[in-house]
């Protein structure tokens, strides 16, 4: 497999988005995100994303001349419009006005509307953290996984994301799909032609199964039953009642090439510590909570895994498989 610096993917990545006719900005904002997912090691959201989003966009499901825009706004409450581009320049609007808001407020919610696919939830939290306040992220998609109780597909993955800042430290990263596993895992099973472990997804009849296309046609399991399906509704009702969103099952698939624009929804909450209980005993309470954590070996603190791999590939590279890299070349225009 070919190896990859992190600039490279970048200027490949950027090329072949401003190629399918994306926007610099859009182009440079979606190469940078996918590509530090890649280096983080979560592949399912890192560049094997690009011949879809070339995809929709030369096919109308996402506008590459987009500029998102605020289109409402009260104190600290803005409602960010996408217009039906790539989530990552309108996301970026959304935090940076959130926490412009909680500084001046002390809370901030900001939500995104007529977006698209916004990758790594907690990717987008990271100035929200710089600025030392607390971040949480929250993302409808396409329907993948069915109502406790039912069978038809009516909520997407619906990721969840917090990032909390500490005085010295990287800051504390939480991220998670509510489904078993991320749907990009399967995407990438599939492509790969391999299974997928059972307990994972359905097929369209509703029968567990192991094979990565069937799942990607069928739905998705809740993590934790019905209590990750309880979740997955809260993060509906948040990303799309309060911002006008289309529901999951409104949007057509991520993964098929022709459809609608899926016009989901996004939110963004930023909070100022100075504003409750002071920066300081913020701080403290954080590092007091983190010593008790480490004294059991074998701790991972949440977000320690992805920064470790992003310093492994900013200093030797990422590789990608042959394929992958292949496609990306031809949609960047270069000579294979």
């Known amino acids: 497999?070919?190896?990859?610096?992190?600039?490279?993917?970048r200027k490949l990545a950027t090329q072949a988005l401003r190629n399918a006719g994306a926007n610099e900005a859009m182009a440079q904002s979606t190469a940078n995100a996918l590509v530090e997912a890649e280096a983080q090691g979560l592949s399912s959201h890192g560049l094997s994303r690009i011949p879809q989003y070339a995809t929709h966009l030369a096919n109308g499901r996402a506008d590459g001349a987009a500029v998102p825009v605020v289109r409402r706004s009260r104190g600290g409450a803005v409602l960010i419009d996408a217009c039906a581009g790539l989530a990552f320049p309108a996301c970026a609007l959304a935090v940076t006005e959130a926490i412009a808001r909680a500084d001046e407020f002390g809370v901030a919610f900001a939500g995104v509307a007529n977006s698209h696919h916004f990758g790594v939830?907690?990717?987008?939290l990271l100035p929200a953290a710089q600025a030392g306040m607390v971040g949480l992220a929250f993302g409808n998609s396409?329907?993948?996984?069915?109502?406790?109780g039912g069978k038809r597909p009516l909520f997407g993955t619906n990721p969840i994301a917090a990032i909390f800042p500490r005085r010295d430290g990287s800051p504390l990263t939480v991220d998670l799909s509510l489904s078993?596993?991320?749907?990009?895992?399967?995407?990438?099973?599939?492509?790969?032609?391999?299974?997928?472990?059972?307990g994972w997804a359905l097929d369209r009849a509703g029968n567990p199964t192991t094979d990565a296309q069937a799942a990607l046609e069928g739905s998705m399991l809740p993590m934790g039953g019905n209590k990750g399906a309880m979740l997955a509704l809260v993060v509906e009702l948040l990303a799309c009642a309060l911002t006008g969103a289309a529901l999951g099952f409104e949007a057509d698939s991520f993964f098929v090439d022709a459809g609608n624009p899926p016009r989901i929804g996004q939110a963004f909450l930023v909070i100022d510590p100075e504003a409750l209980a002071g920066r300081g005993v913020y701080f403290d309470r954080v590092e007091t909570l983190i010593a008790a954590m480490m004294e059991d070996d074998g701790v991972r603190l949440p977000g320690a895994r992805r920064e470790e791999l992003a310093a492994r590939a900013a200093r030797d590279g990422v590789e990608l498989p042959q394929a992958l890299a292949d496609q990306l070349a031809h949609l960047a225009g270069e000579a294979q």
């Open 1 to 9: 497999m070919p190896k990859l610096a992190i600039e490279a993917m």
């Open 121 to 124: 939830a907690a990717h987008h």
């Open 142 to 148: 396409p329907a993948a996984m069915p109502m406790a």
């Open 180 to 198: 078993e596993v991320a749907r990009g895992k399967v995407m990438v099973a599939a492509k790969k032609g391999v299974p997928i472990p059972l």
